[in-house]
Each structure stands twice: as structure tokens, then as C-alpha cells.
């Protein structure tokens, strides 16, 4: 199940979003950038939105350019067909 992400790293390219096949990665626009140098409020960045419907699958992990996923091996539901 997937558990963080560092999100003091990311770019915001949103792959995380894309390859992830249960919608559990949201990219949502950020309303305080606060410590989060290059980015403006508004810039999108992914949101860990429906942790409960991670399949395990590592797609983001393996995915992110940054390697900043963090997926855990414990499987919470097993992989669905679509
Ligand atoms: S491990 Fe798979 S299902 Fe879970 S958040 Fe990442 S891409 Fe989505
Ligand atoms: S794939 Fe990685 S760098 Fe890109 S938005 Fe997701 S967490 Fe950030």
C-alpha cells in the first residue's frame, strides 16, 4: 500500500497520477506553497486522495522520475481486473 510520497521533491510532473490504475493519486492544486521553492499557489501536485484503494501494484513507484514514492509491500486489496 502506498504510504508517502516526498513531496518536498517532487516536480509536479504528475505520472503518479497517470500510471496509478485504482485513482488513488490526485494532482490538486497546492493553496500555499509555504516551503516548496519553484512552485506557486495553484501548481498541481499529487495528493495521496484514496490511500484505502491502493492495489500494491508499485506503478507510481516505479514510475516517479524522482523516486520519491513510497510503496509498501504489505497488499491491503487484491489487484482488481480493470
Ligand atoms: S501502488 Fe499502484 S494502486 Fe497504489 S497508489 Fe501506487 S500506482 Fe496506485
Ligand atoms: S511522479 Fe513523482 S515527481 Fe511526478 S508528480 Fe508524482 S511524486 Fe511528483
Do not use: Y
Request: net charge negative; charged share 25%; with cysteine.
Amino acid at each position: 500500500m502506498i504510504e508517502k510520497i516526498e513531496i518536498e521533491k517532487c516536480t509536479g510532473c504528475g505520472v503518479c497520477d497517470i500510471v496509478c490504475p485504482a485513482d488513488v493519486i490526485h494532482m490538486e492544486p497546492i493553496d500555499d506553497p509555504g516551503d516548496l521553492p519553484g512552485f506557486a499557489a495553484g501548481d498541481l501536485l499529487p495528493v495521496i486522495r484514496f490511500r484505502e484503494h491502493c492495489i500494491t501494484c508499485f506503478s507510481c513507484e516505479i514510475f516517479c522520475p524522482e523516486q520519491i514514492v513510497d510503496v509498501h509491500p504489505s497488499v491491503k486489496n487484491r489487484p482488481r481486473p480493470w
